[in-house]
């Protein structure tokens, strides 16, 4: 079967996974209307393309806190990738270097830091490290039923690699989800602000504060020191009925008012996505699922493929919108159906 975009991986992965797996990757929270809303709010935002502009060459290179990569396009943290494949982390990890962009390690991770930075020379290791990578908006676990009904746990020949050390790389089965038992026995619910400010007295690296689907708390991210923020509802995985986080970014952006660069993680599947992030004004984008589906149904050369797809979409998409570089991507070539009036009924007196 050709793989003509990146979706059609999914169909291939859940063919391969156990459904206990493939379930954890592709579900959400509760109603799941959150993930669905994650697809669906980028189909509520068009294109105002410009013509008769020279496209014949296109710089897609971006700079992210001072490395530069070859396009906008990043692997966020995703957990527990030897669940999709043997080399998991490894082979995500080779893809995102052959690309050239950045892979985000996730603290659930079932390879260590070390071990992932041990594969070879790529471009630099974005550790999704406990708070700062996934746990800033996860004080407890979503409800993700389809875990319940799986009584989903960690397989036996696999540890959360990073927590070993801490006698807590393994997950005991539970009556529902071993996860959510998991995490309610090692998330810290008192985590605050104060806790961003924190870190940053222990470490030199740049903090990205991941989470964030307001301008509140996007004003107060920079308040506390933040290097950059990820507005994410973490794969609508927590709160059901958040916003899409297409709908989010424009306001968290506009909170930042360029202080930060601001990225956006969740429901990006085409090159146009990415386009229309930009054109709202995230810095870049991460990716998620589709960097599971793509290792489970091909290994390290999925991985490759859908980056390979989204970066060939993304350059059309710039060229047919008539901008040669990210910076001359602006609002005005995209219009959002916010952005029109709506015909209110006035109320009965």
């Not at 008769?52 to 290179?61: C, E, P, T, Y």
């Not at 050390?165 to 026995?185: E, W």
């Not at 810095?283 to 490759?304: D, Y």
Request: aromatic share 8%; net charge neutral.
């Amino acid at each position: 079967m050709e793989i003509t975009n990146i979706m059609e991986y999914e169909a291939i992965a859940k063919q391969k996974l156990p459904k206990m797996a493939f379930d954890y990757y592709a579900s959400g929270a509760e109603d799941q209307w959150t993930l669905a809303e994650n697809r669906n709010a980028f189909s509520r935002i068009l294109f105002r393309p410009r013509i008769l502009i020279d496209v014949s060459k296109i710089d897609m290179a971006t700079t992210v806190l001072g490395f530069k990569i070859s396009m906008p396009i990043m692997i966020a943290p995703t957990a527990m990738q030897k669940m999709a494949h043997p080399e998991g982390e490894y082979a995500t990890a080779r893809a995102a270097s052959a690309a050239g962009t950045i892979m985000t390690l996730s603290s659930w991770a079932t390879s260590s830091v070390e071990e992932v930075a041990s594969t070879g020379p790529w471009h630099p290791l974005f550790p999704a490290l406990c708070v700062q990578g996934q746990e800033f908006d996860t004080p407890r676990l979503g409800r993700r039923e389809a875990d319940i009904k799986n009584r989903f746990t960690l397989p036996p020949f696999l540890t959360l690699k990073n927590f070993e050390g801490l006698d807590l790389g393994k997950m005991d089965k539970a009556d529902d989800s071993g996860l959510a038992s998991y995490v309610a026995g090692q998330i810290d619910r008192t985590l605050s602000w104060k806790d961003v400010e924190w870190l940053q007295t222990i470490t030199k690296l740049p903090i990205l504060v991941k989470g964030v689907l307001t301008a509140e708390d996007g004003k107060l991210s920079i308040q506390s020191g933040a290097a950059g923020i990820i507005v994410s509802n973490h794969g609508a995985r927590q709160l059901d009925y958040s916003p899409s986080t297409i709908m989010a970014l424009e306001e968290v952006v506009k909170a930042a008012q360029g202080r930060v660069p601001v990225f956006l993680d969740g429901g990006v599947r085409r090159g146009t996505d990415v386009f229309k992030a930009l054109a709202l004004g995230a810095s870049g984008i991460f990716i998620g699922r589709p960097v599971v589906f793509a290792l489970a149904s091909e290994g390290e050369a999925g991985v490759r493929k859908i980056l390979q797809i989204l970066r060939e979409e993304f350059e059309l998409a710039m060229a047919l919108s008539g901008c040669r570089s990210l910076k001359e991507i602006t609002r005005a070539h995209i219009v959002a159906d916010w952005d029109l009036p709506r015909n209110r009924l006035a109320p009965r007196l």
